[in-house]
Every structure is written in C-alpha cells, then in structure tokens.
Nanobody, 114 residues
Framework: QVQLVESGGGTVQSGGSLRLSCAASGFVGRIDTMAWYRQTPGKSREMVAM???????LYSDSVKGRFTISRDDAKNTVNLQMASLKPEDTALYFCRVQALKTYWGPGTQVTVTV
C-alpha cells in the first residue's frame, strides 16, 4: 500500500527557516517526479518545487532562491529546505509523488508570522 508521510511543518517568524520531509513507501517500480505543492484557503493548489529522475528541478518564481528541493532515490524521500520565509508562504504543504499514478500526502501546515 502506497503511503506518503510528511513532517517538518510548524510556525516560524518571518525570515526563519523550516525543513519539510516526505517519506514514500509501498511503491513498486520507478518513481518519476517528487514535488511539493501548497494551498491556502480559497485558492488552487500550486506547485512549489519539483524534482525529476534525471536530477532536474523546477521552482515557482515565488520561492526561487529561497527554497531548495532534494530527493534521495534510495530512500524514496524528498525534502524541502525553506529559508527566508515570508508570511505569504503560509499554507498547507503537500508532497506529491508521480509513479504509474499520482499520489498525495495528507499535508503539513506551515505558518509564518510577522
């Protein structure tokens, strides 16, 4: 059974840092992309950062230069190091894994206070 477990969310002051982690288990076969998305109430879920199997990464313009995504294929984990956090980064953050199907984690809350 496929399972995604996220950790590392919390509350931090503006300018602070947090590290999110996502551990994926139960996969058979290759994982293609591993990504982090976020969502705030009333808005669509948006891609924050994505990593693909060839090492390529994508970032949304709003987090470029502040967030770093990394993955460990041996452990099936993907991390998101977030620095210089801003109040507008406050959201529910989701891990997304694309294999034969797309899987989502339950989400972890990140709150950035002024």
């Amino acid at each position: 059974q496929v399972q995604l477990v996220e950790s590392g969310g919390g509350t931090v002051q503006s300018g602070g840092s947090l590290r999110l982690s996502c551990a994926a288990s139960g996969f058979v076969g290759r994982i293609d992309t591993m990504a982090w998305y976020r969502q705030t109430p009333g808005k669509s879920r948006e891609m924050v950062a994505m990593t693909v199997t060839d090492g390529g990464v994508l970032y949304s313009d709003s987090v470029k230069g502040r967030f770093t995504i990394s993955r460990d294929d041996a452990k099936n984990t993907v991390n998101l190091q977030m620095a210089s956090l801003k109040p507008e980064d406050t959201a529910l953050y989701f891990c997304r894994v694309q294999a034969l199907k797309t899987y989502w984690g339950p989400g972890t809350q990140v709150t950035v206070t002024v």
